[in-house]
């Protein structure tokens, strides 16, 4: 089929490039002059797993191509997909600016047998407010993949989830995934939409929930480690997103979740646990300033190293990621504050100095603060590192290392090891 991909973020270009693998004849379309040339050159704008090389042998085998001109890849499409981003705004109001002018673009381009599939997160009733105002059906068909291994995720779905009201759209939508082994839950629209809504709260409430315990393990000598083992071996449970921590962050947990609230307060609906969820997790950042405060006295002049600004490993995406509020937070309080990340780029921090690698990033330093869990951070030799720090403070936001080899790393080098929910080395 002939497919246009309107928005080529994470998973615009994701999706464009897979579904090029998958056969069909793909055009990548986005309002980013920058974008589109440096595609067409051959770069690819952000940094994910096994993308470019997919990118390139796509382009190659003429399958893929890049434009700014909506109209002409529209007007020759079967089926197109709408990957806009979509922000949080005020009060957590999404921001549906990009999808309104994507829509406007395409009114009197859109061929009348053609598909149109709406892939970004949108609140519950805009697909079917796009239907009615373009007078045919419209499908929501939300995406879960996960950054860091986007294109794995688009070949290998827990579910395709189609909302749509005709079986004709339905069958395209067959087609056009054919050749990926998943589950197709088919409904309505209104509860697409409520899917990906309900999938991430419920995630990030996972998380929040861990952090939870973990503040308690910590008050009451108990490793939260060890608890989420525990819980997690309970296939009920699951041992997924149970990693006590930094918190979440990213361009979809905090901003899904805040929508989700935002939706039900317009409809009078309260949702403590999703609101809960949120508090929680803003609060994770200060609980880790806390703790350095604690171990330095006072961060005022004194240098804190920050290792990892991404909101996970395996991206350069620094969007809503802990490092921001805690550099703040720092710099707030008289610290000056050093950063080193294998990929983040564009950290919007300008006071934070980045350095071009561990070994600068914690020279001379009052505390080193792990704020993503990299490998490259996990297989750190601290016995060199350790004698290069000022102060031999570290502060493991992910709980990188196992408690063993930080007690034993203790008994030859003087260190302070904070972790999250974890007793502490000292
Ligand atoms: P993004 O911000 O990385 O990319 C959006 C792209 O759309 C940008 O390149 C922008 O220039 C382009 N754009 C904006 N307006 C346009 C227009 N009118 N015409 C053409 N291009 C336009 O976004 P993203 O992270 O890829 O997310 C896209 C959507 O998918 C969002 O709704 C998000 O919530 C959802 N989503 C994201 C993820 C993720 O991991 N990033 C996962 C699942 C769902």
Redesign the pocket.
Known sequence: MNVTV???????LTTAAALAELGHCVVG????NV?IEKLNRGDVPVWEPELAPLIAKNRQAQRLAFTTD?HNAASQADVILV????PAGPEGKPDLT?LE??VS?LTDCLPSDALLII????PVGTTDQIATRLQRDVVHN??????GS?VHDFFHPDRIVIGCESKWAAGRMCRLYQGITAPMIVCDRRSAEMIKYTANAFLAMKISYINMIADLCESLDANVEDVARGIGADHRIGHAFLQAGAGYG???FP??TQALLYMGAQTGCSLPLVESADQINQLRPRRLVTKAERALGTLSGKRVALLGLTYKPQTDDVRSAPSIAVSRMLLEKGAEVHAYDPRARRFPVQQVAISPDVDTAVRDVDAVMILTEWDEFRHMDWKRLLPTLRCPVIIDGRNLYRLEEMRELGTTYPLHYLSVGRPEVN
């Not at 379309?29 to 980013?32: A, F, N, Q, R």
């Not at 892939?119 to 949108?122: A, E, F």
């Not at 939300?142 to 950054?147: A, K, Y």
């Open positions: 309107i928005g080529l973020g994470y998973v615009g379309v986005d309002i980013d974008k909506v990957a806009v981003g979509t990009q002018r994507a673009d892939k970004s997160t949108v939300p995406e879960f993949l996960r950054q986007a990213g361009s979809c901003k899904d």
